[in-house]
């Protein structure tokens, strides 16, 4: 990992000075380390929700989001959905470098060979209700893997990346069929990856499909804009629980759950949630603009804003071009886009949200596209983890193979009731 130590920071605490070691990053962003200020001052820092605190160093993934800038180890975003595919940019996340045409075809070839669920995993599948949300089911499913794949030394460790990146699609796919009460459709190996994944979903046995190209070509790009977004709450998620020597599985299950809430990946289904009320409602977008600005209702324009962009969002631009030219080829016609329009359009002239740096995020857009390709708005998410599955992976492989890994274990500022004796129950 590259940074260089240089210089320090003074910090004076009651008094005293203490000499806090900077580390600098490739981009010369500057982390102040505290590693040893509790126990040479007692004190700690506070930071609620980590917004100021670098956990880690990391080589993964770099953004910066007054920019609009985001890089995969090095490689710029745009440069990737361009020209890269998704199996790819999951080997150049994992393994640090683009692979050579011998490494890729291996990778491939284990992704495509490892895609069979052990056919006991179909069990756990009829005991779900079908009205269980998939992101449950998912998560549900990636800790079971555990008990059919345990873990073991570094080649078993490898094997299991493989397993998880092969297998991930195909447990989503068979959650949606659970789901709509359709038989389960079997992994091909003649498939690409993400054409065997629309093939699993939205094959039938009583009829011939072919995955339309427009529809494999945008969810690969869909999936590569998904897929690292450094230390953000499910990357985070799974170097915490990773950092305990909790096994992939159990550390992904966790960041699927993360992933799952409506202000992180659940946001796109909140996304279109919201473009159907407005819809509903007569398409008036902009009275939906005042009400994302009154402080006394709590709705928010969902879609839009960021703890790290503050600036538009590089995977947005991306996936908005990417959803016109869809719609167009499969000749679609989406009332909720031009909703989405006009509320981007009210939005980015608006005061409070130029104000705030509120701009479209990631999620804004890709809704509207996975609803083009016939996904049901319970699937997105799930989506979206299939996407990040290959971050996941890199930050917690990067997180067990750095010696500076600790467990993750922050502090609090206690505010508390002070001691005091306890009153039994017929004195109080
Ligand atoms: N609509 C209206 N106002 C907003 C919005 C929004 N979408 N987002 C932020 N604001 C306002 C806040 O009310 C606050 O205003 P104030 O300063 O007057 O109090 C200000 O902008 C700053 O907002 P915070 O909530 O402090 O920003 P934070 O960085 O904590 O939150 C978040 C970021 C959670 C993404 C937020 O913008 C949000 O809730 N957006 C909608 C949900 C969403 O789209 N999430 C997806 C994020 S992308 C991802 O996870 C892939």
Redesign the pocket.
Same mark, same amino acid.
């Given at each position: 990992m590259e940074s260089v130590q240089t210089d320090t920071a003074t910090l004076t605490l009651n008094g005293a000075e203490y000499e806090l070691p900077l580390s600098i990053g490739t981009e010369d962003e500057v982390g102040v380390d505290i590693n040893t200020l509790r126990s040479e001052s007692g004190a700690i820092t506070l930071d609620p929700?980590y917004?100021n605190t670098g956990s880690c160093e990391s080589a993964i993934t770099f953004i910066n989001g007054e920019e609009g800038v985001l890089r995969y180890r090095g490689y710029p975003i745009g440069e990737l959905a361009e020209k890269s595919s998704f199996v790819e940019v999951c080997y150049l996340l994992i393994n640090g470098e683009l692979p050579t045409q011998d490494e890729l075809d291996d990778f491939r070839h284990k992704l495509t060979y490892h895609s069979l669920l052990h056919e006991d995993m179909k069990k756990f599948f009829e005991g779900y209700p079908p009205s269980a949300p998939p992101m449950s089911v998912l998560s549900a499913m990636v800790a079971a893997m555990s008990a059919y794949y345990p873990t073991g030394d570094e080649e078993v460790v490898d094997l299991n990346i493989i397993r998880l990146l092969a297998k991930l699609k195909t447990l989503a796919a068979f959650a949606y069929k659970k789901s709509i009460g359709q038989p389960y459709v079997y992994p091909q190996n003649r498939h690409s990856y993400t054409e065997d994944f629309l093939h699993t979903m939205f094959a039938v046995p009583s009829e011939d499909y072919e995955v339309p190209d427009v529809l494999e070509e945008a969810l690969d790009m869909l999936l590569i804009l998904h897929a690292d977004?450094e230390q953000?709450?499910s990357a985070s998620t799974v170097r915490m629980v990773g950092s305990s020597g909790a096994s992939l599985f159990a550390s992904v299950s966790a960041g699927i759950g993360a992933l799952s809430g409506?202000?992180?990946?659940g +946001?796109n289904t909140?996304?279109i949630r919201m473009l159907e009320e407005i819809h509903e409602a007569g398409g008036d977008s902009s009275k939906y603009v005042e009400k +994302?600005?009154d402080?006394d209702d709590p709705f928010?324009?969902?879609?839009?804003?960021?703890?790290v962009y503050k600036n538009m969002d590089p995977r947005a631009e991306i996936i908005k071009s990417t959803a016109d030219r869809v719609l167009d080829e499969l000749g679609l016609d989406d009332p909720l886009l031009d909703i989405a329009r006009h509320l981007e359009e009210a939005a980015l002239e608006d005061d409070?949200f130029i104000e705030?740096s509120?701009y479209p995020?990631?999620?804004f857009y890709s809704g509207i596209l996975y609803r083009a390709m016939g996904l049901p708005t319970e699937m997105f998410t799930v989506m979206f983890s299939m996407g990040r599955l290959p971050g996941w992976i890199a930050q917690w492989k990067e997180m067990r193979n750095d010696e500076a890994t600790r467990i993750y274990r922050p502090r609090q500022v206690y505010v508390g009731a002070a001691e005091r004796d306890y009153t039994p129950i017929e004195q109080r």
């Open positions: 929700g917004g977004h953000n709450c409506p202000l992180h990946g +946001a909140e996304v +994302a600005k402080s928010r324009l969902m879609g839009f804003g960021h703890r409070y705030r509120l995020n990631v999620d």
